[in-house]
């Protein structure tokens, strides 16, 4: 019996040393298939993209550079999941805790493959409305609309896939909806405006606009809440979408491309306004040829339009380009030189301002000189 008791012991110990042998060895290769996909992972990224951007950089289709950005830091990802999955049968859980762990990789891969997809047609718009310039007028509340768009279509597939019911989903969040709405009313309606500043084509990235109540640049954004303008001092200005849309405003950039810069001048009663004319006209001319951003076409001409106190005032008409608009000051200052030293050669008097004034004292009589 006493023998019988030993071989029972001795069997014991070598069945809790084969199990432990074993549980060691379903958790030692699980841990050496993440490790060797974390690798591979790191090495795609590192290795197999960066040599594909080098590729891609020496050809002219621009389309390969914007599929491997789309995809960056996405294969590692991949990588990583695949070497889960195929740990999977090896590791000592039981099948409900497999089950959870498969509908999470399966999920994690849906989104993945929709952020891919974002990004991919993101930056394809971008591509496609990128102007000669180098400019897009796509604008960062587009961009965030068309995320939201995926990202709902791919958690709803996402969640499907592993049989949640979207259909009560739906409903709560309409419900919910509704209470949302209420809270972040100035929220939506910003939103909201800038949807309509976008849809409308009033308004884009890219175009000098000027408010009814004095500020002015060019638009370099549309987003979520606000408005973005870069003044002319280089500063960026943000205004509510709601107060554009429900402001008057001035855009420099439509109907087209192209505006014209009137200039006030005045010269003295005594002048010969054809001479005027024609040495005015050849200092615009002298000065548009020397502006990178005047339009070469373009005929200039001055307009009388006033007999002031002093002088008689006519406006000058310069056009240049709408992207050289914050440019304007400089052509300014370089006809406002050129228009004096002309006017000086030709002995053309730019008056200064002069009111007659009159003065009486308390008898509303002039006062007399004292004797």
């Keep these: 019996m006493a023998l019988g008791k030993v071989i029972t012991i001795e069997s014991i110990e070598k069945c809790d040393r084969m199990n432990t042998f074993v549980n060691l060895h379903r958790l030692i290769i699980p841990s050496l ?41 996405i294969g590692f990802f991949w990588f990583i999941l695949g070497g889960i ?28 493959c929709t952020i891919v997809v974002s990004r991919l047609l993101v930056k394809l718009l971008r591509l496609y409305t990128t ?22 279509l791919g958690v709803l597939i996402a969640l499907q896939s592993i049989g949640v019911a979207i259909t009560p989903l739906l ?30 084509k009033k308004v884009k990235p890219g175009d000098y606009i000027e408010l009814k109540t004095g500020e002015a640049g060019y638009v370099t954004d549309v987003e979520l809440k606000y408005t ?55 200092v615009v001319k002298e000065t548009m040829q020397s502006f990178s951003g005047s339009v ?11 007999f002031d106190y002093f002088s008689i005032n006519f406006r000058v008409f310069l056009k240049i380009k709408e992207q050289e608009y914050f440019e304007h000051l400089k052509i300014k200052h ?28 308390d008898n509303n009589n002039f006062p007399k000189e004292e004797e």
């Design 131 to 152: 102007r000669d310039d180098g400019f897009s007028p796509l604008t960062t509340l587009f961009e965030f609309l068309i995320n939201v768009v995926i990202f709902s």
């Design 334 to 361: 370089e006809f406002l030189k050129r228009l004096h030293k002309a006017y000086k050669k030709q002995g053309i008097e730019i008056p200064f301002p002069i009111k007659s004034a009159y003065i009486f004292n």
């Design 85 to 112: 999955y195929f740990s999977l049968p090896i590791l000592p859980f039981n099948g409900t805790v497999i089950i959870i762990i498969q509908k999470v990789l399966v999920v994690s891969f849906l989104i993945s």
């Design 171 to 200: 409903t709560a969040f309409g419900v919910g909806g509704v209470s949302i709405g209420l809270a972040l009313q100035s929220t939506l309606s910003n939103l909201m405006s800038g949807i309509n500043i976008i849809t409308s």
């Design 296 to 306: 070469p076409e373009y005929e200039p001409f001055i307009r009388y339009h006033k």
């Design 33 to 73: 298939i993440l490790l060797g996909s974390v690798l591979l992972g790191w090495l795609f990224e590192k290795q197999v993209i960066k040599r594909l951007k080098k590729i891609t950089q020496r050809t002219n289709w621009k389309y390969d550079d914007i599929f491997l950005d789309s995809f960056q830091g």
């Design 228 to 282: 973005v303008i870069q003044e002319i001092t280089n500063n960026f200005l943000v205004i509510p979408n709601s107060k554009i849309l429900s402001s008057s405003f001035r855009n420099y950039s439509l109907p087209d491309k192209e505006m014209l810069i009137p200039i006030e001048v005045g010269v003295g009663y005594n002048s010969d306004l054809e001479v005027v004319e024609a040495v005015t006209i050849q």
